[in-house]
């Protein structure tokens, strides 16, 4: 029997997070593409890329700026070409979706639910989603990081998405596979479902 429209499990608006949700996390391949481009040991190029990611994702560095504060931080330099190469390994690296969940986010616009779209992304990468993943067009709201200011778990990601969605916090659910994340969502007032599987999250969203 379908749940009543005030059950928990039938939000008015389900806003999903990207990576780790809709679209997978860096491959095993692209992160080694990237540390063979940048010519540093590995470990010391992971502590820079991290360190000086959320300004990225939050759109106040521009990629060829994130880039040399990287190599500063590792004491080298990238050049122009260097960079261009850092910033298409990088997008590739993030470029793989998992094609179950695109399913499902179309089942959902094919039945009418109101679905929106939060997602921690520099620029160059939102472009190249937007360009190159048709289906994003079934969000007709899509806050990314880069464009709003704000990256998750940052409380003010998600009161922009509340307030450009003009719903009760309640009457949203947040999908996304980090726990810090679910809290940050719950914190403002919004339910949370921790993504594990596509079917535990199917049963949850068309029951």
């Given at each position: 029997?379908?749940?009543?429209?005030?059950?928990?499990?039938?939000?008015?608006?389900?806003?999903?997070?990207?990576?780790?949700?809709?679209?997978?996390?860096?491959?095993?391949?692209?992160?080694?593409?990237?540390?063979?481009?940048?010519?540093?040991?590995?470990?010391?190029?992971?502590?820079?890329?991290?360190a000086?990611?959320?300004?990225y994702?939050?759109g106040?560095?521009?990629?060829?700026?994130?880039?040399?504060?990287?190599a500063?931080?590792?004491?080298?330099?990238?050049?122009?070409?260097?960079?261009?190469?850092?910033?298409?390994?990088?997008?590739?690296?993030?470029?793989?979706?998992?094609?179950?969940?695109?399913?499902?986010?179309?089942?959902?616009?094919?039945?009418?639910?109101?679905?929106?779209?939060?997602?921690?992304?520099?620029?160059?990468?939102?472009?190249?989603?937007?360009?190159?993943?048709?289906?994003?067009?079934?969000?007709?709201?899509?806050?990314?990081?880069?464009?709003?200011?704000?990256?998750?778990?940052?409380?003010?990601?998600?009161?922009?998405?509340?307030?450009?969605?003009?719903?009760?916090?309640?009457?949203?659910?947040?999908?996304?596979?980090?726990?810090?994340?679910?809290r940050?969502?719950?914190?403002?007032g919004?339910?949370?479902?921790?993504?594990?599987?596509?079917?535990?999250?199917?049963?949850?969203?068309?029951?």
């Amino acid at each position: 029997m379908p749940d009543a429209p005030d059950s928990p499990l039938q939000p008015d608006v389900v806003l999903f997070d990207l990576f780790g949700v809709i679209a997978r996390h860096q491959s095993a391949e692209g992160k080694d593409r990237l540390v063979r481009t940048a010519e540093v040991p590995a470990a010391e190029f992971w502590d820079a890329y991290w360190a000086r990611r959320q300004p990225y994702d939050q759109g106040e560095l521009t990629g060829t700026a994130y880039w040399r504060q990287v190599a500063d931080s590792l004491a080298t330099h990238f050049d122009e070409h260097r960079i261009a190469e850092l910033i298409e390994a990088d997008t590739a690296s993030w470029s793989a979706v998992d094609e179950t969940m695109v399913t499902l986010v179309e089942e959902l616009a094919a039945a009418d639910r109101r679905i929106a779209l939060l997602s921690n992304i520099p620029e160059e990468l939102a472009t190249y989603y937007e360009e190159h993943h048709h289906w994003l067009k079934r969000f007709p709201l899509r806050a990314f990081s880069c464009r709003i200011g704000h990256a998750k778990p940052d409380p003010g990601a998600y009161r922009w998405c509340l307030n450009a969605l003009r719903v009760e916090p309640d009457r949203v659910l947040f999908v996304d596979d980090r726990e810090e994340n679910i809290r940050a969502a719950e914190a403002t007032g919004m339910r949370g479902h921790l993504f594990t599987t596509r079917e535990r999250l199917r049963e949850a969203l068309l029951p």
